[in-house]
């Protein structure tokens, strides 16, 4: 497992060169965790690749686990932003189903980057400001509500994303480790969604449009 500083706060880009570099070498670690995973990356290749001094990359990022953390916050968030609304009458267990399934299969498309992401996100230390792994947390289980239709979260809506977020992750990472297969994967997230978006007796049910059809999901990593 790569190390931790709980110590050390990384800093965080304010100019608009900072923000280029800053991306630049998450870009370059996602390439890099693409080829050759987390243990192989090492950090003095980031800051090669990134063209950063290796003194700054530390600044940003004090370990591994902080960068590849940081680099999963990021595809959430592009994830976040070019998901599009699911199409009209499309309820939420189709709609919740699709998003997932579909940024899934993106995942599997490299492995060793996806795994690589999960195991930091897992170890991420939580510094003052919540740090990477708890915003993605958040920005998951945000984009599973908005594309269940619920615009006004009551607390049993947000657990429920938060269990259906941790079996996704528990689900994703079985197959990572090559313990069961991209198909059971599906089929485990179609049954998550049936057996936690459906309607409950004594619960509302989740708002959102009704009908069938999967989202269209954009890749999760596009690592250039």
Request: proline letters at 10%; glycine letters at 6%; a positive charge.
């Given at each position: ?10 800093a ?12 630049r ?75 997932l ?20 996100n ?8 919540g ?18 239709g ?9 657990r ?11 689900l ?16 485990g ?36």
């Open positions: 497992m790569p190390r931790t500083s709980g110590e050390r706060t990384p965080h880009p304010t100019s608009a060169k900072q923000r280029q570099r800053h991306a070498i998450l870009r370059s670690a996602a390439r890099l965790g693409a080829a050759h995973g987390l243990d192989r990356v090492q950090m003095q290749d980031v800051a090669r690749e990134s063209g950063v001094a290796i003194a700054t990359l530390y600044r940003y990022f004090p370990s591994k686990t902080h960068l590849f953390a940081a680099v999963m916050y990021a595809q959430v968030l592009r994830l976040d932003a070019e998901t599009p609304p699911p199409p009209p009458g499309t309820g939420p267990v189709e709609a919740v189903t699709g998003l399934t579909g940024a899934s299969r993106q995942l599997f498309e490299q492995p060793l980057l996806a795994l690589a992401m999960m195991r930091a897992n170890a991420a230390p939580v510094d003052h400001d740090g990477p792994a708890r915003r993605t947390d958040e920005l998951l289980a945000g984009l599973m509500l908005r594309t269940a619920v615009s006004c979260p009551t607390e049993r809506d947000r429920v994303a938060r269990l259906l977020q941790q079996a996704w992750y528990g994703l990472v079985t197959v990572l480790y090559e313990r069961s297969s991209p198909q059971d994967a599906q089929d997230i179609r049954l998550a969604c049936r057996l936690l978006l459906a309607p409950q007796p004594g619960h509302r049910e989740w708002t959102g449009p009704r009908a069938s059809g999967p989202t269209s999901v954009p890749a999760l990593h596009r690592p250039t």
